[in-house]
């Protein structure tokens, strides 16, 4: 007694979870001696205040209290399964005070284990409004007051031996809603035979099926939920169709009347038939041919979206089996209409606008990471991709995305975590309605409601801080996945591929693979066997991806080209598991990834040399932004450092450079941007190169002759790289410049800075998978014949001495780029005064650079190249205009400091602002300037290897055209345009540069 008492002390219960230990010590001992065995069970119960409370009333309201507590101390089973009830459903608690005997229910052994057939569910309820189980038509027996009240007693008495299934042996949420769904259609059929007798003799007039929409149609109801229906009617053979519909609308009537009013013995749910033709301002009842016939005419896409979960569950069921099977497969074409997608995403966003503002944060259905997010996320998917696999057509949430996943539709990872996000959102719906059994999706704010939903979902140390901190989990998870599959670019491209086309069968595939414009569909169709054969998870996702794939390869010029290159890439990366998984969540990097392998060589062999750069294509933009120099001159130097010889070390720079090649060209063919950025760009990564070769050379010297370097090394950035204007076929022309030590001897110095140059030249020319950086000297002094790098002193004598006016010319782009900073500064210093003389140019050295750029029109041109067409020296080509701003330079620089620049364009800006340049002429030669660059990049984009000439071969021209940005078939006005922007460039020219001045 004494230990009943301490189990009984406030104290104790507090802590067993009780919240008012008093009184539930006072209610525990009027329990006599069952009150010691049943403080442990109760102290399992989602609130064991609430659940004593109404075993008390129960007790009282029972003709066997007593056997009912003794029941519960000798059979732990019947005392969790009726306390888990007590303890969080007031609403059963009150059923089981009206209907006390219903106790005994949950008795029944088989309850943890075994789930009701639908037949027997049905069966019963039927039965309960007094009509025949096995009739065709069962017709209630009980006066109808009394039909409808027996109605919710059954209902109920089903409900409770669920709930107490779910709550205490944790059935899963699918079989919770699957049972639910089941005791909702055995309602409706019961609620007609309690319309038919209503209705009278008439009824049997009249065929009516009644067809179950969303949650119950998908065999996932809620607890307490509305049951969407839509009701098919058909004249019973030889009765006038007009007189059947008018019996079928007052059987529906009835129906969803008896279902939904309210007795003494409460409601069951409203019947809502708002998804039927028309709405709510369509006729109740409609034939089959009626249906048939507004779904082929005036059907809006969310129609077909709610007829995904379609079912016949109630009344004719043949007329119901009839109407699936009439509309069912309207269903897998809807995402064929136009804007499909755009449709089904616009229609989420409308939900979550018209969200009341105070309940947005709680709400677990139609709130951002709610319900409604999962599952909208899963129907789209099922419509898009149902059409030609119908493994992903089931109309229950969970297993639809099972099957999506299964499929490859939907990531591992990401299926599971939607998985577990969905089980648990409606879970915690479910706990949520029981309590009251109403219809609510609202998480509670007060402390006590969510301290029992908590405990019911298994809280006990913390309840409330534990569930809030698992929902915001699941909730921000639901969110992402719902964006990324919901939103996925990919979606939208399937969605326009017609359906006998989204899986292409070997018969058909060469006829459309010509059609699209492969101009070998053999070889083409020969891929896609060796891409998507056998059952492998890989080959189902590429045959998700292929036809959207064909597709945009097909937009764009080579499409041949394009699935040969995915092909390789595929081949190379076909094990690993981000890619596939990346082309299939980020449309954008497939729809990127086809543009560039069908369009340019130079990125596709880069793509094959460095297959995981395909995660470059990712994301906004950000994987596409070329980095800085410094970045990548850092990650070069700390990469090679990281290797034991030269070799090696210069492998991993030139690793990075490829990467970096890769992501320049990229986004000069995806985003795009200017070709001042491509310039910019290209020479950022040319001075991290040659800034981390140098330091490589430098170490492999001084490793070799065993002493350090007796010598400082600059190295001058020439030409177009001297002006950051490099292309991608550009070589990296420079000079090098060195400066002995203080007391080292200068031949040992010349010795090791031509041994570092040597080096540093036979490092980055040595064979290998990335392009080749050609470093070219060959605008040093006394070119090919002097010596490779020269002393700053030297320098100084040769320019004093010998120095030629187009040396002077050629200074004009002369840029430190990298190595001793301090040495390059004076280097500057020292070539300024014969770049930008103070006096300007004199008449002489003018007739000398005409001559020579005369000589070099006449000379250079290669044999067959047409002028017209010809980037550098074509006319009003690059030459021309750089000729004429760097002669403008030449003249004037040394009195006007803008123009002491490397750059063309910003020369050009310059020489508008000083009054030496007409701005319409300025214009002229900017145009030609940057179409020339940018059509000369567009052609080694294409061709994969330098080229001045604009292609002849008609893929290739048409490639540059879309690469400049001209539509398909604009090859001639490209073309066109180029001749006409250089003619008015050259006519400049022949003013400003030919002409004295």
């Known amino acids: 007694m004494a230990r009943d008492e301490s189990l009984l002390s406030a104290g104790n219960l507090l802590r067993a979870g009780f919240q008012d230990g008093d009184r539930a010590a006072e209610h525990l001992r009027s329990l006599g001696p069952a009150a010691g065995p049943l403080v442990a069970l109760l102290a399992r119960t989602a609130d064991p205040d609430l659940a004593l409370a109404a075993l008390l009333r129960v007790r009282a309201s029972a003709d066997d209290g007593d056997a009912l507590i003794g029941a519960l101390v000798e059979d732990e089973g019947t005392a969790m399964r009726l306390l888990s009830v007590l303890g969080l459903s007031s609403a059963l608690g009150e059923h089981l005070e009206r209907h006390p005997e219903h106790w005994r229910e949950l008795t029944d052994p088989t309850l943890g284990s075994t789930r009701p057939a639908a037949y027997a569910v049905r069966a019963g309820l039927v039965a309960a409004v007094g009509a025949d189980p096995g009739a065709a038509e069962p017709v209630a027996a009980l006066p109808h007051e009394a039909a409808v009240d027996a109605l919710r007693v059954e209902y109920r008495r089903v409900l409770l031996r669920l709930a107490s299934r779910d709550l205490a042996h944790h059935v899963a949420v699918e079989d919770v809603a699957a049972e639910l769904s089941d005791l909702a259609a055995g309602t409706l059929d019961a609620a007609l035979a309690v319309a038919r007798a209503r209705v009278g003799p008439d009824a049997s007039r009249c065929r009516l099926a009644v067809i179950a929409m969303g949650k119950c149609g998908g065999h996932e ?10 009701f098919v009617a058909e004249p019973a053979a030889g009765e006038d169709e007009q007189a059947a519909l008018r019996i079928g609308t007052q059987l529906a009537s009835t129906l969803m009347q008896v279902c939904s009013d309210q007795t003494a013995e409460g409601t069951i749910w409203p019947v809502d038939a708002a998804l039927r033709p028309e709405g709510k301002a369509g006729p109740l009842v409609r034939t089959l ?40 497969p309207m269903v897998w074409h809807a995402a064929e209409r136009e804007g499909f997608v755009e449709d089904v995403q616009a229609m989420r966003r409308r939900v979550l606008e018209h969200i009341p503002a105070h309940e947005a944060d709680r709400q677990l259905k139609l709130g951002s990471g709610g319900l409604r997010d999962v599952e909208f996320a899963v129907q789209l998917m099922q419509l898009v991709h149902g059409r030609t696999d119908e493994a992903v057509r089931p109309p229950a949430t969970l297993s639809a995305l099972w099957r999506l996943t299964e499929g490859g539709y939907v990531g591992r990872e990401d299926g599971r975590s939607l998985h577990d996000a969905y089980t648990f959102l409606r879970t915690f719906e479910h706990r949520i309605q029981l309590h009251q059994l109403r219809r609510t999706h609202v998480v509670p704010e007060d402390e006590a409601a969510l301290r029992r939903l908590g405990r019911s979902m298994g809280h006990r140390r913390s309840p409330v801080a534990e569930l809030v901190k698992e929902w915001h989990h699941h909730r921000r998870e639901a969110r992402r996945l719902h964006e990324k599959l919901f939103y996925r670019p990919l979606l939208a491209a399937v969605a326009r591929i017609p359906g006998e086309e989204a899986r292409l069968t070997p018969e058909a595939a060469t006829q459309r693979l010509a059609a699209l414009g492969y101009a070998d569909p053999v070889a083409a169709l020969r891929h896609l066997e060796a891409l998507t054969s056998g059952v492998s998870r890989t080959a189902a996702i590429q045959r998700t991806l292929l036809p959207v794939l064909l597709e945009w390869f097909a937009d764009a010029p080579d499409p041949d080209a394009g699935l040969f290159g995915f092909r390789r890439i595929s081949d190379a990366l076909g094990s690993s598991p981000w890619y596939l998984k990346l082309l299939r969540d980020e449309g954008q990097t497939a729809q990127r990834l086809a543009q560039v392998l069908a369009t340019s060589r130079y990125a596709t062999d880069l793509l094959e040399r460095e297959p995981e750069g395909v995660k470059i294509l990712g994301g906004e933009g950000g994987g596409l932004r070329p980095l800085g120099r410094y970045a990548i001159q850092t990650e070069m130097l700390a990469n090679a450092a990281r290797r034991d010889d030269a070799v090696a070390a210069i492998h991993s720079i030139r690793a990075i450079r490829r990467r970096e090649l890769l992501r320049i060209s990229a986004a000069d063919l995806c985003v795009p941007f200017g070709v001042a950025e491509v310039g910019y760009a290209l020479t950022d990564l040319t001075d991290a190169t040659l800034e981390a070769a140098l330091a490589v050379a430098t170490q492999a010297v001084e490793r070799e002759r065993g002493v350090a370097l007796p010598t400082r090394i600059g190295v001058i950035a020439m030409g177009r790289y001297g002006g950051y204007e490099m292309g991608y076929g550009s070589d990296a022309d420079v000079m090098f ?19 570092v140059v040597l080096e ?17 000297a060959d605008l040093r002094p006394e070119g090919k014949q002097g010596p490779l790098a020269r002393t700053l002193d030297s320098f100084a004598a040769y320019y004093a001495k010998w120095s030629a006016v187009w040396e002077a010319q050629a200074l004009l782009r002369a840029e430190p780029v990298a190595g001793d900073r301090a040495l390059l500064a004076r280097f500057t210093a020292l070539i300024d005064p014969l770049r930008f003389p103070e006096a300007g140019l004199g008449a002489d050295d003018l007739v000398e650079i005409r001559r020579i750029k005369a000589r070099v ?41 803008a123009l002491r620049t490397t750059k063309t364009i910003e020369a050009l800006t310059a020489a508008v602002a000083h009054g030496l340049l007409d701005e319409p002429d300025a214009e002229a030669l900017e145009a030609a300037w940057k179409l020339a660059s940018r059509a000369r990049n567009a052609t080694v984009l294409v061709r994969g290897r330098p080229s001045d000439q604009l292609p002849t071969d008609p893929r290739e021209r048409a490639a540059v055209a879309r690469i400049l940005g001209y539509g398909p078939g604009q090859t001639a006005a490209m073309v066109n345009d180029y001749q006409r922007t250089a003619r008015r460039a050259r006519a400049v020219v022949d003013r400003v540069f030919w002409a004295d001045r």
């Open 857 to 897: 029109d006449d000379e250079r041109l290669p044999r067959g190249a047409d002028p017209a067409t010809h980037f550098k020296l074509g006319r009003g080509g690059l030459s021309d205009v750089e000729w004429t701003v760097q002669v403008l330079q030449l003249q004037y620089a040394g009195a006007v400091p």
């Open 289 to 328: 041919a009626s249906h048939r016939g507004y779904y082929e005419r005036w059907a809006k896409t969310w129609e077909f979206q709610a007829l995904l979960k379609a079912r016949p569950v109630a009344g004719d069921l043949a007329l119901g089996r009839q109407y699936a099977e009439t509309i069912g």
């Open 760 to 776: 540093l030249r036979r490092l980055l020319a040595l064979p290998a998978t990335d392009p080749p950086l050609e470093v070219d």
């Open 221 to 230: 109801l809620n607890y307490v939920s509305d049951v969407d229906v839509i």
């Open 737 to 755: 410049v060195h400066e002995p030590n203080a007391g080292a001897e200068p031949q040992a110095a010349a010795s090791a800075a031509q041994a």
